[in-house]
């Protein structure tokens, strides 16, 4: 199904990297949603006036916040996909996590009514009607909330929207929310138990705790996240691919919504080439990131020498020091001023986040000691920092 609707109503539905492409997925998504969570509030309520169940018509109200999301979403991603503009220069794109973390607040409004109303079902308990079609109405809820958060998720992971993994996610929390109010009216309608207030609750604490999960997604990317394992690999290994270029480091990536990310990087290039070819071969790979890999990417050239044998062997010393220190620590930016008397072993040294400044000290005077080993006259000069991509 969700295959049909995406070839029937999304115009170059492969070509995911594009922002008409994308926003045709988006509104597809958001009105979808607004049908099913509008049938499905109709279809509630009406159960829930037949069986007298606060817990059935509390959830019909669930699906029309659903529908206000789903509204939203649809709004959300629309303004999103604007153009930059004078006073927005790097586009609209973050909108789209706006929306999301509005549709995160009005979940969360929507389980604290339900624990309000909750709570006054447990002191005053009303009598249920147990009635057959309406259990029947709650099944159909739970295979079409299934399918919508499949639904969502698979064109949340196409087009990278948090907008539908929010709307995916909360779908997840309405089956265990219906599932929940059907087993209060089968538990009422087998042994005349009304656990209808209970479930009220336990549904409620479900449909906030899914709105706070949202949040805390939304706004990662809002207050600033570490880059993804495999998009580091990806631009890392794109820029080393061209001939000319020894390494980088310090790969930077500025999230400014889905498909809009703008990127800075350091590369290594051989000291003894001239400066005009090894500039010439950076513009050419910040051209390149712009049109294959659809990144704004700013490059830093480092020099380094290819030719001055000790300075690589003693940069393979310091990396074994460093090894044998924490397999983790990785140095960048190495170079030495030679001297009679005095060497500085000049570089940057990468460490864990979790490391103190208590720790960072010790890791440094350690570094120096072990080199002086070596020779007295090195002197090592270390600029300490942290990796901008998930360890994890």
């Known amino acids: ?101 509005i549709v995160a607040f009005l979940v969360i409004q929507v389980g604290f009514s339900l624990l309000k109303t909750s709570v006054g079902k447990l002191m005053h308990p009303q009598e249920m009607v147990f009635d057959g079609f309406s259990v029947g109405i709650l099944f159909f809820s739970v295979a079409v909330k299934l399918w919508m958060a499949l639904f969502n998720r698979k064109l949340g992971k ?129 051209r390149d990131a712009a049109r294959k890999l659809g990144i704004f990417l700013v490059i830093h050239m480092d020099p380094v020498s290819i030719t001055d044998t000790r300075a690589r062997e003693l940069r393979q010393l310091t990396e074994e020091i460093l090894k044998s220190l924490d397999q983790r620590l990785t140095l960048h930016d190495f170079r030495v001023v030679w001297g009679s008397r005095r060497m500085n072993v000049i570089f940057d040294l990468v460490v864990p986040r979790e490391y103190t400044q208590q720790m960072k000290d010790a890791c440094k005077q350690e570094i120096g000691r072990k080199l002086k080993e070596k020779d007295e006259r090195y002197q090592a000069v270390i600029t300490m920092e942290c990796t901008y991509y998930s360890e994890e």
């Open 158 to 286: 196409k087009v990278n929207s948090k907008v539908m993994a929010a709307t995916a996610a909360d779908s997840l929390g309405d089956v265990a929310a219906t599932s929940a109010t059907i087993v209060s009216v089968m538990v009422f309608g087998i042994w005349k138990v009304n656990i209808d207030g209970l479930v009220g609750l336990a549904v409620s604490v479900l449909v906030m705790v899914a709105g706070i999960n949202i949040a805390k997604d939304t706004l990662k990317p809002l207050i600033g996240e570490p880059i993804d394992p495999e998009v580091y690999k990806k631009i890392v290994d794109f820029v080393n691919g061209y001939e000319g270029i020894l390494g980088n480091h310090d790969l930077i990536v500025h999230n400014y919504g889905p498909g809009r990310s703008m990127a800075s990087i350091h590369a290594e290039v051989p000291s003894e080439v001239d400066i005009e070819i090894s500039h010439e071969i950076v513009d050419r790979i910040e």
């Open 1 to 101: 199904m969700t295959d049909f609707l995406v070839r029937k109503f999304v115009k170059n539905y492969e070509q995911t990297d594009q922002a008409e492409v994308r926003a045709a997925y988006g509104l597809m998504a958001g009105v979808v949603g607004i049908c099913c969570n509008l049938l499905l509030f109709g279809s509630k309520i009406f159960a829930g006036m037949i069986t007298g169940s606060i817990s059935v018509m509390a959830d019909g109200f669930n699906n029309l916040s659903d529908a206000v999301s789903s509204i939203v979403g649809f709004v959300g991603v629309k303004m999103a996909q604007k153009p930059a503009d004078a006073h927005h220069p790097f586009g609209h794109g973050r909108i789209e996590y706006i929306s999301a973390f």
